[in-house]
């Protein structure tokens, strides 16, 4: 049984920074591509950052470029995402999934697996 567990969120102020973090356990975590999505209040849940298995490959949201940074660390089985220069409209609880490829699309329908979420608040 694959578990995502995310962790790292919390209130912040505009401006700052957060870094999230999730440990995934259950199966082979270099096998398979990794993302971040979000859910706002009254939104439907979106794309926000993906990362290959190797993490060669990473994409991000038009809205996020530039400011948050995936990564992975094949050894320690966990992925993270730096966010910097955060806004109000980054408020959202943010969810750890992995892809059933390689890949990470933008897509969620090619995850088979989620966290249970962790909320971040951006004050403005």
């Known amino acids: 049984q694959v578990q995502l567990v995310e962790s790292g969120g919390g209130l912040v102020q505009a401006g700052g920074s957060l870094r999230l973090s999730c440990a995934a356990s259950g199966r082979t975590f270099y096998t398979y591509g990794m993302g971040w999505f979000r859910q706002a209040p009254g939104k439907e849940r979106e794309f926000v950052a993906g990362i290959s298995r190797s993490g060669g490959t990473t994409s991000y949201a038009d809205s996020v470029k530039g400011r948050f940074t995936i990564s992975r660390d094949n050894a320690k089985n966990t992925v993270s995402l730096e966010m910097n220069s955060l806004k109000p409209e980054d408020t959202a609880v943010y969810y750890c999934?992995?892809?059933?490829?390689?890949?990470?699309?933008?897509?969620?329908?090619?995850?088979?697996?989620w966290g249970q979420g962790t909320q971040v608040t951006v004050s403005s």
């Open positions: 999934a992995q892809h059933g490829t390689g890949w990470a699309t933008q897509d969620e329908r090619g995850y088979g697996y």
